[in-house]
């Protein structure tokens, strides 16, 4: 991400629907897959903020590579955190249970994503979980990608075969994120057309549209308890290691 981009997410992960709402699916589905207890980390944990939702079950740690993430770690003393790069992770074999991954692999900092996901499911313990969440759908790319550093927007069946070559077994793979699909298309080519509305994202929406927003992906996680979605802006998958690997 550019610089500025980490301060604009730290003052409004704690409340914009988006955030809130996508943190809540990705817990929902790593406390379906995984049992309490354990360890856990977080890869490209950025300011920190989805270790609380860990830690409510497990012991977490996190690591990222940028200094701007570091910097918000000493200034609200954020702890169990280290600087460090997705392609080298500073753990020994099967060191967890759970591995989270959210919103890095798509990064352009990461040239090679299956060695990523190879390294993730390295510190798996045989029988541990990766929750994995990608941004979709290549046509939705905007300036937006640009200014997050985005390389790549995956589809399902790309990234369900990129996990499985990683050794790992696809235990859920769904599309996130589509009620808003309609109302992002519209956002995105006001955006192009007439140059307004490209930093929506990034602002906290007035308090009646954040919470209709949030109560939307609300539903959304409702549904997913037993059903996937065709279409969405993210995709979120639960992938395990083999019991034998």
Known sequence: MEPECYALLRAVEDVHWWHVGMRCLAAAWASEGVSPGGRALDVGCGTGRFLTELRRQRQAW???HSPMAAQIWRQEKVDGVAQAR????????GTFALVTCLDVLYHRDVPDDLWVLREMARVL??????????????????????????????????LARLVETAGLTVE???????????LAIIQRWLGHRFAICKDIGDRVPPWILNGMARAILGIEAWWLRGHDLPI?????????????G
């Not at 290549?138 to 790549?152: I, K, L, S, V």
């Open 86 to 93: 997705a392609q080298r992770l500073p753990f020994p074999d």
């Open 172 to 182: 859920r793979l769904s599309y996130v994120n589509a009620l808003l699909l309609p």
């Open 232 to 244: 969405g802006l993210s995709l979120l998958c639960r992938a395990r290691k083999p019991s034998g």
């Open 62 to 64: 996190g690591i990222d």
């Open 125 to 158: 313990q045989p029988g541990g979980v990766l929750i994995l969440r990608v941004p979709a759908l290549a046509w939705m790319r905007t300036a937006r990608d640009e200014r997050f550093h985005t390389r790549h927007r995956y589809g399902r069946e790309e």
